[in-house]
């Protein structure tokens, strides 16, 4: 062994022992946010109802997420069962995403062992390309979006396989690998297209002295078709009891229209053509500068597997882009491709040993400076918006009446430019109600405006924001939605309040140092409510109460507030109010 060998071994167990350092650090990381977080993206909820519903007695099924996502969490739902855990604690199903996670990283590191460099080169990548803002930014939640990404090198390895060694072994791992990303997102389809596209190439250039042969690829496509076959199955049958009237050949048909009409306005001002641009930069800035190189050392190499994966990695963006619906989280599958792509520029840099290669390591340390910003957030922001506590505040009595959507704010300025829904946990009375799994009926409140046409009874709990919180056009410079600092979001319990006129005012007899939301008589119609700690302006209770107001005592219903957002920041009653 000589002595060079010598010492790239003992620098690769170096490499491997820093690591295995940022990966125990990342884990701490990920289970620290699964017992401080307690709240959920809608996707993640979703995916929580469907689990309930298979699992549980949940009577609502999201029909548009991927039902494998649900049928994995089977243990935590087993888990949350056995200990009676509050419906809304999401703290079980972040543990199991971070376990999974933690997974993703190893294997991520394990494939990116047969990338062509050293040690220290592969390590650059990971870091940039892998462990990015993105990465941080939804690691801690239920995603769809990371895990399939190492999915998909592992069909690009085997497919990559089979075609130098056809077995049947290697075939049915990607027919089953097939079906269960497509089974998690339906997007994911494209992962089969891609691999059959490149083989397809392949055979008409008769690259690498004609591997891909007509018989190779006529049965690689059958494969693909039986991963589609046993995909359009597997939604045909769990979607069977919302879609009774269909086929099992219309179902997923019908799936995707709904999916394609889920927005009524164009999706061009919703998901804007220049998202994924204007936020290269949350991808790794030295991935996303190495990854054009990355591209021309693949398609130039010799390597066939570096090639199918440079190809599929382009397809894969262009597919991407060209779609309709757009989120900065939709491209996160690609990081373990990229990771891949960007190693031989990174050798080829770290081999120069000149002022290029120290700035590739200090473009490195910024891409984790900015990330581990986000990490530190995730754990002092997040924690903030506790969606459990605001939805247990008021007396648990009555039935429940709960706004359309309710925006929980724990990161408004998010790093993800014109992202319409990170850093805000939506919850709908839909979400409420199945998450629930129907013990409470839940009324949907269309506005405000409208709380006292609904016959809300003393006890009856209500959830009321005066507007649902989204980014959208015109999109601000620091990203923080627009009207932010109008949004209020309410939560307590429907009371009657007696009011004396004092003074040109009502004061609530005996109130206490309760908040109060006042709504207005049926009489009145649709009118803005008026929240106050006892002191109704005369004007005020003529525009709630009409005729009654002339009176000098008024009975009225009004929310005792339990619980008040404002701008994202949460205050909550004490005991004695």
Known sequence: MSLLTTAQQYADQKVERWFLVAL?????WLLACAFLIEGEFGDGYATIVNARYFF?????YYVQRGPLAAVVLWPVELIVQALDLNALDVRPYHLFSALLHIAYLYICWTLLRRAPGSGSARLLAFATAILTVVFYCYAPYLSHDLLPGMMFLVMIFI???????PTLADGIYLVLLGASVTLIKQTYAIFWVTIVVFAFASLLLKADGGRVTVRKWLILTSLAACSAIITWLGYAWF????LPDESILMRPIRLAI???EMYKESLSDIFPATLYLRNLPNYGVAAVLMVIPGLVLAFRSSDARMRMIATCWVLSVTVIQITGFREIRYLAFLAPLTAMLVVPVAQKIL????????????????DQARSLTVAAEQITTAPSSNVTRFINAPDETGNIYASRVLSFLFDPSSPLQGDRYHGIYHLTPILLHTLQEGRTPVAIVQSQTELGLLGMQPGDRVYSANFDVVRRPPWQPNNVPVQLDDYMLVAGNVATVELQSSNGAFEVIDNGSRVLMFYPAPEAGEQEPFISAGTLPAETARRLYGELAENEQLEVSAIVIKALCQAGACSYATADQ
């Open 159 to 165: 497919a990559h396989r089979w075609l130098e060694r």
């Open 351 to 366: 081999e120069r040993r000149n002022i290029v290669a120290v700035l590739l390591v200090g473009l490195v340390l910024f």
């Open 239 to 242: 979607i069977a009891a919302q």
């Open 24 to 28: 125990t650090v990342i884990s701490a």
């Open 258 to 260: 709904g999916v394609s």
């Open 56 to 60: 549980g007695d949940s009577p609502g």
